[in-house]
């Protein structure tokens, strides 16, 4: 029933942003955070990227989870995200905020992201578990893997 299937979604949405939110990331942290794991740079995450970001973030989602919500944030069904569909669906009251009329990221900007990198967030002498999740795997990426 399309009922059920919408309430399954809304509240897998709903559970994605009370996870994030417990763990500090807000609206603004979603493209920086995609643009650091997006090991291709084409600026959109495949299903393995997008997993890969949501363990970083702890969401703590089964993998069958994740793919159900890939698929619903997957608006366009190109088979990849980013980070403006991402925002739109898990933060729809933050998306103009941070894309505004035109679309574009304030913090995708090559400006911003000069400013944030992996030297940059390992370095960060903060321990909120917003701040140790990114270090964590940002040192996990480094690693080579």
Sequence with gaps: CNIWNDRDRILLIQRTREQLKRWDFTPTDIPVLFNIVDKDGNGRLCFREFVDLLR???????????????????????GEIDAQEFVRSVFPEAYHDIYGAGGQSLFESPERLGQVSVESIEDEPSYSPRETAVSSEMSFMSAGR
């Design 56 to 78: 970083q973030m702890r969401i703590g989602l089964a993998e069958k989870r994740m793919m159900q919500l890939f698929s619903t944030l997957d608006v366009d069904d190109s």
